[in-house]
């Protein structure tokens, strides 16, 4: 990726600088305050390779995996301008009707398929080769309109190659301290390379509240407004900026009562988190003296020193994707097992539990997209425990460095996107061969085995929660992809972002069939999902009779404030008040008077 390179425009009077506001969704909150920079894109190294016979069909359907995508984002690009002024929006429609309609059984699609079937490019390089050569003919053409195309022709090539390369956003570390990342959108890999300590947040076109971008910035601490309607234009590198993550709102060029106005804003936010870090040292003990226990979500190891400095009793959901992210390669066995003894050491005896694996859909790990086709809908195909159990030797590098690392402490195994009883028999069955083949080769190991936990993420998993009890150690309640799951809606997607409800009455009945079953088994169950951390739903999660919420590091101190000013059988009544209800809007009502009665 590029960067558009201009000198700041901040000349008072000046019509190209005047004060824009926009408003998207605020995903993470606080405030930041910097210079723009704009990431759009650029010239790309494109490889080149020769397909073998046996592979050009995949090679095809992974072609035309990337011109599916390329068609949704168009169609998401073009939604959102709906909402830009009407000369604006018509303007950005047809140019993105153009863009769509290339897509769609031109010649530049059959182009690129011909060219890989008879000359056995990889897409790539097909890609680039028919651009090249529609727009040398698009430019000999005496026809003006024709000839302006030549950059719609290039900008189509270029989607259709980021999407095939999965191409990352690179040069982060070299942005100016306080940096606002603006960009058409930012995928988890990208949200990876954000460093808290210099950049000061980010905003993106598309993208949705409870999506894997906008999980990752909560967890870094990063400010971010995602799905902002016409971010991009009108706005360049150096330019000032301001996202408001709580109210969903960027600001180019603000005026100076407005931008004194945040500053403002900006030092209370930063107090009230000052004044919160006293709470780290305290439990998390209700009125009436119920122990909870309040755990992080670590999406990176250099999140570790929030979740210390922010009192977590330990790690409640350690996602191991990010040793996959931004890399060509599989980590081995012994770089996994330094990377985990290294943070179970850190914790000092407090637990750490470790998922497995979990890629697919939002978050392919680029060493792994080439091995396999692109699902038509990635949300339900070949990810997480089902990508396990097809490539056991992943799964099993990953088991044994979770098993050696247990040798240092104590740390407990969750298995993603469980479904039925055999899938968990059968990660057991791997975990305790696995073991045997690591004592035979003299390495150290939990001594017992670490427990083995089920992600109850799926509605199927939670209704069969009494099955999966019997052969778990315990659950883990992962609401974002259960919300998702039982609502029919892409979290990332923007667009259906008003009908992702966590109140919604189906969700909590399945949660509350989870806790009762956790119950009757006599196993622990947490909630690692994005309900735990929010300080809105501890009451009602408290209520259900869950004790255990695991979080980003930043909500830990909010959480524990809610549950220190709480009466947990009070919690328990309401609870049972809302449980009784069939109307969402009605659960909200009686929650929120509760949370407002507690101040």
């Known amino acids: ?48 390779y020769c397909v073998a016979e046996n592979a050009v069909d995949e090679e095809v359907a992974r072609f035309h995996g990337a011109v599916e995508k390329a068609r949704r984002q168009l169609g998401k690009l073009k939604s959102k301008a709906g909402t830009l002024p009407a000369d604006a929006a018509a303007d950005v429609a047809t140019l993105l009707e153009a863009h769509q309609a290339m897509l769609s059984g031109s010649r530049l699609i059959r182009g690129v398929e011909k060219r890989i079937r008879s000359e056995f490019l990889n897409a790539e ?3 680039q080769q028919e651009i090249a050569v529609l727009a040398q003919s698009f430019a000999a053409m005496d026809d003006a309109y024709l000839a302006a195309r030549v950059a719609d022709v290039r900008e189509v090539g270029r989607r259709l190659i980021r999407n095939l390369m999965e191409t990352p956003y690179q040069a982060f570390s070299r942005l100016p301290d306080g940096a606002i990342i603006m960009a058409e959108e930012l995928s988890p890999a990208d ?51 301001v996202v408001d993550g709580r109210a969903g709102r960027v600001l180019i060029n603000p005026s100076d009562d407005v931008l004194a106005d945040y500053r403002q804003r900006q030092a209370l936010w930063r107090a009230e988190r000052e004044q919160l870090k006293a709470l780290s040292g305290l439990p998390a003990i209700t009125r009436d003296g119920t122990d909870v226990t309040l755990n992080a979500n670590l999406e990176l190891p250099r999140e570790l020193d929030g979740a210390r400095d922010g009192g977590a009793a330990g790690v409640g959901l350690l996602r191991t994707e990010f040793m996959y992210m931004n890399r060509d390669d599989l980590p081995g066995e012994e770089e996994q097992y330094q990377v985990l003894r290294d943070l179970v050491i850190a914790m000092d005896g407090k637990p750490v539990t470790a998922r497995t694996l979990d890629v697919g859909g939002e978050k392919l790990a680029g060493a792994l997209a080439d091995r396999f086709a692109t699902p038509a809908n990635p949300a339900l195909g070949l990810r997480a425990i089902r990508l396990g159990l097809k490539e056991p030797k992943l799964l099993e590098t990953q088991l044994a460095a979770m098993l050696r690392a247990g040798a240092h402490g104590p740390i407990r195994i969750l298995v993603p996107m469980i479904s039925n009883p055999s899938e968990m028999r059968k990660v057991r069955d791997l975990m305790r061969a696995v073991a045997r083949r690591l004592l035979r080769r003299g390495h150290a190991i939990a001594d017992p085995l670490p427990p083995l936990g089920a992600m109850i993420e799926i509605p199927g998993a939670a209704l069969a929660a009494d099955s999966l009890s019997s052969v778990s150690d315990f659950f883990a309640i992962g609401t974002n992809d259960l919300i998702q799951y039982t609502l029919a809606i892409d979290r990332g997607d923007e667009q259906v972002a008003y009908l992702y409800d966590p109140l919604h009455p189906a969700v909590l009945r399945l949660v509350q069939f989870t806790v009762e079953a956790a119950g009757r088994a006599r196993i622990p169950v947490s909630v690692c999902g994005e309900m735990a951390g929010d300080p809105r739903y501890a009451a009602l999660l408290l209520g259900m009779g869950v004790r ?13 404030r809610r549950v220190r000013g709480m009466d947990l ?15 969402g809007g009605r659960i909200a009502a009686l929650l929120d008077d509760f949370n407002e009665a507690l101040g």
């Open 125 to 127: 390089s097909a890609v």
């Open 569 to 583: 059988r009070e919690a328990t009544r309401r609870a049972g008040m809302i449980m009784g209800q069939t109307d």
């Open 548 to 560: 255990e919420l695991s979080m980003a590091p930043a909500n830990l101190p909010l959480v524990k």
């Open 191 to 241: 949200t990876a390379l954000l460093d808290p300590r210099r950049i000061g947040g980010f905003a993106t076109v598309l993208g949705g509240a409870e999506g894997h971008t906008a999980i990752m910035a909560r967890s870094l601490g990063l400010p971010a407004v995602l799905g902002a309607a016409g971010l991009l234009q009108g706005v360049e590198t150096g330019d000032l900026v």
């Open 1 to 48: 990726m590029t960067t558009r390179q201009h000198p700041p425009r901040h000349g008072a009077g000046d019509a190209a600088t005047a004060e824009r506001l926009l408003r998207g969704l605020g995903v993470s909150p606080g405030i930041a305050i910097g210079p723009a920079h704009v990431m759009e894109a650029g010239a790309i190294q494109v490889p080149e």
